[in-house]
């Protein structure tokens, strides 16, 4: 999707095809099931400055955008940041997110993740969440962006990514075979690329991340998630 030359008509293809995948296997729940448990301890709407949320790597926005119909729902304020590189990217994401009347919900920004710091103050958000995007990177960019993820985050983070294991390799075979020529790759290579457990703990102790935990999900995915303990009231766990 990064490929400049790369049809209009392939690339909404694509984003269209990880907005399915986000939705029914498990990428946008890794996330609200988390605000779900976090937000028993926020503000209802109107007695406080809203939560703040930060996507990285947002794509077509389809993760903010359920995560402003949830918080509708529940009856919290939320303003999602969202941010990506590829400005054909935001262009398709500005258009869903007109589309579905949520321009007050929801900023874009272009923004290179790594130089979120030079835009941002650290604790600039309450949450700060990635989904599907540090598989694209070596190791230690991945530690680079998760310190930057976890800099930016007063209260908590959520990392939302791929298990790389055989079975899932099989399963992702199975799930795009007939499909786009596109799509067979990039669902293929995501997986050779995604993480196993004892990486992703690797990280959280480099990082010295003790407020996360890891957590298998479903569909092949895991979440590196957690509120900082300053978030939490006194006396809970």
Not at 175 to 186: K, N, Y
Not at 206 to 233: H, N
Request: glycine residues 6%.
């Amino acid at each position: 999707m990064d490929d400049p030359d790369l049809p209009p008509e392939k690339l909404e293809f694509a984003l269209r095809s990880i907005r399915t995948l986000n939705r029914y296997l498990g990428g946008t729940s890794a996330l609200l099931r988390h605000l779900e448990a976090w937000s028993r301890r926020w503000p209802r709407a109107g007695e406080a400055s809203p939560i703040s949320v930060l996507d990285v790597g947002t794509g077509s926005a389809d993760i903010p955008l359920a995560v402003a119909a949830w918080a509708d729902r529940v009856g919290v304020d939320v303003r999602v940041t969202a941010i990506d590189i590829n400005e054909r990217v935001l262009e398709v994401a500005r258009r869903q997110i007109a589309a579905a009347g949520r321009e007050d919900r929801i900023s874009l920004r272009r923004v290179d993740a790594y130089r979120l710091m030079d835009h941002y103050e650290p604790g600039s958000f309450d949450y700060v969440h990635a989904g599907l995007m540090l598989h694209h990177f070596q190791h230690l960019e991945v530690l680079t962006l998760l310190r930057i993820m976890d800099r930016l985050a007063s209260r908590g983070m959520v990392w939302n990514d791929l298990v790389r294991s055989p079975l899932n390799l099989a399963v992702a075979r199975v799930l795009v075979a007939g499909r786009d020529e596109l799509i067979r790759h990039d669902a293929i290579a995501s997986v050779r690329a995604g993480f196993v457990r004892s990486e992703v703990l690797d990280f959280a102790r480099r990082l010295d991340l003790t407020y996360c935990r890891y957590r298998s999900c479903f569909a092949g995915r895991f979440t590196l998630a957690g509120e900082k303990p300053s978030a939490r009231p006194a006396g809970t766990i």
